[in-house]
């Protein structure tokens, strides 16, 4: 398959410019080295622990590092303290030592990120549970990591509705009592790169949650590679760093996701300070603490970034305060983009996609607006110290320009799936390969998207696997079939829609279904369309529904809020 973008001379720019900065003596300097038995590319230049950040951190000083729109402000020496203090309490007072698993369910808050640091120095194990989640939903987390303690705020508290059958901290509560001692110091545990640090819950096809386990190499990888992408984009340009701290970020990205815990690392590990609005995210509050903290560079979900363009109080900002606008989550939806180009013209062709998941490390490849403009199903080559290739289903590895699975292996893909074998078994193959579960190709290096992983729909940069839905819908007594895909959503990217069979005679409404998965299911995983048939769902000759035939139907035929 040819595309413009073969023979293009930037094309060999680009990877003459990842040849340079991975040089021996560069920052970027790329070697083998040995990792979990396989021998793979790793930078020189890197961090050995999350520790190691947190104390090299401190040379920042006064500086604020996390700023929260409630007022509290902490620096980057106060969050070294903060560390010690949490670090010793855990340790002294609730026995937590090095693989011991401590969760959180909680909002976003300073002792989210508090705890976040403390965990990370007693190479412990933090758990991030989604705070969105159901007290059903919480209770399979909890079953599965079987954490030695539990954090979590009131609201979580009340939503679990009983005893979670572990050791409870209760954040408004207890954990100033974390902060008292002023005197502690970190602890001193020997943290190797990969030891787990944290279990990151996926969306399971079986109703149950799968954890990702991600050790300090994975995370501390994860950095360096945004950093690189950066450090190529500069030198490109033929431009160096400005001096002084990084631009100021506006982060609403739940702590949960791997793009907020990205970002609490990275704010450390830049050195520059971020701002995080508390609660359910409000778009003219974010807005004016844009102003009122300088922020220049937004960040969030798509719904996230869709709410600040179209909200009024944008017209009081000086639209040359912003120099950067950036996606997580999901990819990055064209009406998104035009919106944004529209509202800060110096801002157009700055646009660019990564490729990558949990299970990968974050980040696989990526590729820049001009690629993005010439082929749109171009993610770009692979990052340094990453590989990937395409295989079938045989795992039989294809020649260039056949479409097939897509695979990545490097030194920071995941641990694993705990206690997970099934989901091992299918997504972790030998040599530290990771079957991605999407579909594409690759041609003279870069590596194109066919498809997205099968069903798997992306609201508002949540995934959900709509196994899960259909599972919950089939346990109503007037329930056939039912059949659970994404449409498309100008501001959430996608939302969930569900063609339901019911039974001849039922009287079941719509409101009905949506009631009837708020009992089980968090609210982003609530159908907003919902379809109620009496005939059959389309089906191939081997008994598979045909959603692609359920998608193509009108969207009159939909019920909607």
């Known amino acids: 398959m040819v595309t413009a973008l073969f023979g293009d001379p930037r094309v060999s720019e680009f990877k003459q410019a990842t040849a340079a900065l991975v040089a021996p003596g560069q920052h970027y300097e790329v070697v083998d080295d040995e990792v979990l038995g396989q021998r793979l590319p790793v930078f020189v230049n890197r961090p050995r622990s999350l520790r190691d950040i947190l104390v090299d951190a401190t040379e920042h000083g006064d500086r604020d590092a996390y700023v929260f729109d409630d007022g509290r402000r902490i620096s980057f020496v106060e969050i070294e303290r903060q560390a010690a203090a949490v670090a010793a309490a855990l340790r002294d007072r609730h026995g937590i030592g090095p693989g011991d698993r401590i969760a959180i369910c909680a909002a976003n808050s300073p002792e989210w990120i508090q705890l976040f640091w403390a965990v990370a120095s007693l190479d412990a194990v933090l758990v991030a549970m989604n705070g969105w989640w159901t007290g059903g939903e919480m209770r399979n987390a909890l079953e599965l990591a079987e954490p030695a303690l539990l954090l979590m705020d009131e609201k979580r508290l009340a939503r679990l509705d009983g005893d979670p059958g572990v050791p409870v901290l209760v954040i408004e509560r207890d954990f100033a009592s974390l902060l008292e001692d002023e005197d502690a110091v970190l602890p001193d545990t020997p943290i190797a790169e990969d030891d787990p640090f944290m279990l990151i819950f ?5 109703g149950r949650p799968k954890a990702a386990v991600l050790s300090h190499r994975t995370v501390i990888g994860y950095l360096m590679l945004q950093g690189f992408i950066a450090a190529r984009g500069m ?3 033929g431009r160096t760093p400005p001096p002084g701290p990084p631009t100021v970020r506006l982060t609403p990205f739940p702590l949960f996701h791997v793009s907020g ?5 990275s704010t450390l590990l830049q050195g520059g300070t971020t701002v995080w609005p ?26 996230h970034v869709m709410r600040l363009l179209e909200s009024p109080a944008i017209e009081q900002l000086d639209v040359r305060q912003i120099v950067q606008v950036g996606v997580g989550g ?4 064209p009406e998104l983009v035009r919106r944004t180009e529209a509202r800060f013209p110096h801002l157009v062709g700055t646009f660019s996609t990564g490729y990558g998941s949990t299970e990968t490390g974050g980040l696989v490849s990526w590729a820049p607006n001009w690629m993005l403009r010439e082929a749109v199903d171009c993610v770009g080559p692979a ?3 990453v590989e990937i290739r395409i295989t079938d289903d045989y795992g039989e590895v294809l020649p260039d320009g056949e479409e097939g699975n897509i695979e990545a292996r490097s030194s920071i893909v995941m641990l694993g799936y705990w206690r997970n074998d099934e989901a091992n078994r299918d997504t972790m193959r030998a040599d530290r390969w990771i079957r991605t579960g999407d579909f594409g190709r690759i ?12 069903d798997l729909i992306i609201r508002g940069g949540e995934n959900i696997y709509p196994f899960e839905i259909e599972n919950r819908i089939e346990e109503h007594p007037d329930v056939v079939e039912v059949a659970v895909l994404g449409v498309d959503h100008e501001v959430l990217g996608q939302e969930v829609s569900a063609v339901v069979v019911v039974r ?7 409101d009905e279904v949506r009631s009837w998965c708020a009992e089980a299911l968090a609210s982003y995983k609530i159908p907003t369309q919902v379809d109620l048939r009496t005939e059959p769902l389309p089906r191939n000759a081997t008994g598979k529904v045909m959603k692609h035939v359920l998608a193509g139907q009108s969207d009159n035929s939909f019920v909607e809020d």
Do not use: C, Q, Y
């Open 261 to 265: 815990l990205g970002t609490v690392v």
């Open 330 to 333: 999901s990819a990055t939806p």
């Open 235 to 237: 030198h490109l340009a």
């Open 202 to 206: 996926t969306s399971g096809t079986t």
């Open 278 to 303: 508390l609660g359910r995210f409000d778009p003219e509050k974010a807005i004016e603490l844009t102003m009122k903290e300088n922020i220049g560079s937004w960040g969030g979900a798509t719904t």
């Open 383 to 385: 990052l340094p110290t």
């Open 443 to 454: 041609e003279d290096e870069l590596l194109f998207i066919a498809s997205r992983r099968r």
């Open 504 to 510: 001849d005679g039922a009287g079941l409404t719509a």
